[in-house]
Nanobody, 124 residues
Framework: QVQLVESGGRLVQAGDSLRLSCAAS????????MGWFRQAPGKGREFVAVINWSGDSTYYADSVKGRFTISRDNAKNTVFLQMNSLKPEDTAVFFC?????????????????WGQGTQVTVSS
């Protein structure tokens, strides 16, 4: 079964940049939209960003719009999340997920395959 593995999370300072990667174990997820979600301590999981199957359409949560950029390289079965101007409130475990649809969706229930998450900690 295809697996998603996130990487790139670490401790950074406010204002720093970080790039997360999500590698799929095979090309099964290439026809589908991919998303990033996050879960802060004591809070529920929330939508961050989504990209369609071809990579030419994206959508972001208001809280990250203008600071985060989602992209994908289908040839490498990898999705990225470039995070700039990080804030302490961005501290969370970040998860990537594969949607059941090829086009954009922000509904968590549409994402059927999830990675194990990577911790991002932003110090003030």
């Amino acid at each position: 079964q295809v697996q998603l593995v996130e990487s790139g999370g670490r401790l950074v300072q406010a204002g720093d940049s970080l790039r997360l990667s999500c590698a799929a174990s095979d090309r099964t997820v290439s026809p589908y939209a991919m998303g990033w979600f996050r879960q802060a301590p004591g809070k529920g999981r929330e939508f961050v960003a989504v990209i369609n199957w071809s990579g030419d359409s994206t959508y972001y949560a208001d809280s990250v719009k203008g600071r985060f950029t989602i992209s994908r390289d289908n040839a490498k079965n990898t999705v990225f999340l470039q995070m700039n101007s990080l804030k302490p409130e961005d501290t969370a475990v970040f998860f990537c997920a594969a949607s059941r649809w090829s086009d954009l969706t922000t509904q968590m229930s549409d994402f059927l395959l999830w990675g194990q998450g990577t911790q991002v900690t932003v110090s003030s």
